[in-house]
């Protein structure tokens, strides 16, 4: 799972308001808006292919909560039986 983390991050250290941010930083707290978030959010979930709910994803506020809510949700998927 070092892909989503490094994805994650990249997109993250991307975006100029982003990038002084630290893994256990509140982004909120530094000023960072909630319509930048889901412009991340959009190019996170485009990169990995997996989604989750803005209202959810907004109760996380730093870049490793977003790493663990992605990770879990790509192993959730993972474990679906396949569809035939």
């Known amino acids: ?3 989503i983390r490094d994805t994650i991050v ?7 308001i982003l990038q002084h941010i630290g893994l256990d930083d509140d982004y909120f707290d ?4 909630s319509l930048a978030v889901i412009g991340l ?3 996170v979930e485009k ?10 994803l907004m109760g ?6 977003w790493i663990d ?3 879990k949700r790509v192993s959730e998927d993972c474990m679906k039986p396949q569809q035939a």
């Open 47 to 56: 990169k990995l292919g997996v989604s989750i709910e803005t209202r959810e």
């Open 60 to 65: 996380f506020a730093t870049i490793n909560q």
């Open 30 to 33: 530094q000023g960072v808006s």
């Open 10 to 16: 990249a997109l993250f250290k991307a975006r100029d």
């Open 69 to 71: 809510a992605y990770t």
């Open 1 to 3: 799972m070092e892909q």
């Open 41 to 43: 959010q959009i190019d």
